[in-house]
């Protein structure tokens, strides 16, 4: 799965933590950037998908599929959802707009950092409308 067909990767994990959420993870700088969203990416631009950024997590998660043990942070069960390569097209503080080239997620996305949010951590994950 980790070979990709050139650019960056990118992989979303369905995540059967203490509740369901989908983690999305950009490689950027030699790590995963990431982001949890309890609703998963969604296909429709109508659709803003709130995106909380979690810690980076290091590159070998693009493969990662499993159980993570009781006890253990994040413990539950965990699968690919979707996975693929994606083209970074523009990067600032509070954007990041990119072209996904994965199974089920195709076109161009952009997240957007919320300014209310307290932590800076919140952000939406948008499909955009024109490819």
């Known amino acids: 799965m980790t070979e990709g067909i050139g ?9 059967h933590a203490s509740r369901l959420h989908f983690d999305f993870r950009l ?10 969203i309890p ?6 631009p109508a659709e803003k998908r709130l995106a909380v950024q979690v810690e980076d997590h290091p590159l070998e998660y693009l493969d990662f599929e499993g159980t993570i ?3 253990e942070y994040g413990a539950g069960r965990v699968r690919i959802w979707d996975w693929g390569t994606y083209r ?8 990041v ?5 994965g199974k089920k997620l195709r076109g161009n996305f952009v997240l957007v950092r919320l300014k209310r949010s307290k932590t800076g951590k919140n952000w939406l994950l948008i499909k955009q409308k024109r490819e």
């Open 88 to 95: 970074l097209l523009e990067r600032k503080n509070d954007k």
């Open 69 to 71: 043990p009781e006890g």
């Open 27 to 36: 490689e950027m700088e030699g790590v995963l950037r990431s982001w949890a």
């Open 7 to 15: 650019g960056l990767r990118f992989v979303v994990h369905q995540h």
């Open 97 to 101: 707009l990119f072209f996904l080239e």
């Open 39 to 44: 609703k998963g990416p969604s296909m429709d």
